[in-house]
């Protein structure tokens, strides 16, 4: 078994967990204690003791106003490092894709953003993340909106199916981040753009700096470094990058903002 198909099934089995912890009713503290064991089962191989869930992470993220949008367990299965529905200035009438899409909080409150005209599609490869998002959909009576089974590196939608990307630390978690870059622009129309969350690194940490500060399934070991970051976004055909440092997550490691455009023409 590849040293890649490892790291995907670790990360679904983190998620799984997460999902149906959420789903019997668990609290916050509980879950990341849910997650916590999943860490802790990865071994010093690939996980260090000290990847956690904290304030960087999560529902906290979120306005109350938002919280008051969404089923509880939409936003109890929240473990984002930031809020794209705040930073991708959706309108009415647009499509937008959500890579990795949880629980559905991103999901749901694009909905409501875009509007009757408009829809929003998530993407995720865990079961039972899907089956809680649907159920959270149905709670919200969202109609605008459809979960699909499938990778982040293999999009299940055609080209140029949406106007805007939006994804909530994620990508830091994927095998092949230059396969999910390029998606990203597959999907989107000409003019499209992408309005992401994620983790990122300083320039001066190596990848070593990067795994001692925590696991790949945490969200930490995986994430790229600002420069790295911008340089796969322009190689994948991205126009008008930046990268914002937003809160720091560990030492050296920031929630950010990832902004870009397919060009128009």
């Excluded at 597959?186 to 983790?199: E, Q």
């Amino acid at each position: 078994m590849s040293r890649s198909h490892d790291v995907r099934e670790e990360v679904r089995t983190r998620y799984a967990r997460a999902a149906i912890a959420v789903a019997g009713g668990a609290t916050p503290t509980e879950l990341q204690d849910s997650l916590q064991l999943v860490d802790d089962d990865c071994g010093a191989s690939c996980c260090s003791d000290d990847a956690v869930v904290d304030e960087a992470f999560g529902a906290a993220l979120y306005s109350a106003e938002e919280h008051g949008e969404l089923p509880a367990d939409a936003v109890a299965a929240s473990l984002g490092c930031g809020n794209p529905t705040a930073i991708a200035a959706l309108r009415h009438g647009e499509r937008v894709l959500d890579l990795g899409s949880g629980g559905g909080i991103d999901v749901l409150l694009s909905a409501r953003r875009v509007g009757e005209t408009g829809f929003a599609y998530g993407v995720d490869m865990t079961d039972e993340m899907l089956e809680l998002a649907r159920a959270n959909a149905a709670k919200a009576g969202a109609a605008n909106v459809e979960f699909l089974k499938g990778t982040i590196e293999d999009v299940p939608l055609p080209d140029r199916a949406v106007d805007v990307v939006i994804s909530n630390c994620v990508i830091n978690l994927s095998v092949d981040k230059p396969k999910v870059l390029a998606e990203m622009f597959r999907v989107l129309v000409p003019g499209g753009r992408i309005g992401i969350s994620d983790v990122v690194a300083e320039d001066q940490l190596t990848p070593d700096d990067r795994a001692e500060r925590g696991s790949y399934v945490g969200c930490i070991a995986g994430a790229l470094s600002r420069a790295e970051y911008l340089a796969g976004l322009t190689a994948a055909g991205f126009v008008d990058t930046e990268v914002e440092f937003t809160h720091e997550a560990v030492p050296g490691m920031h929630g950010a903002i990832i902004r870009a455009a397919k060009p128009a023409a």
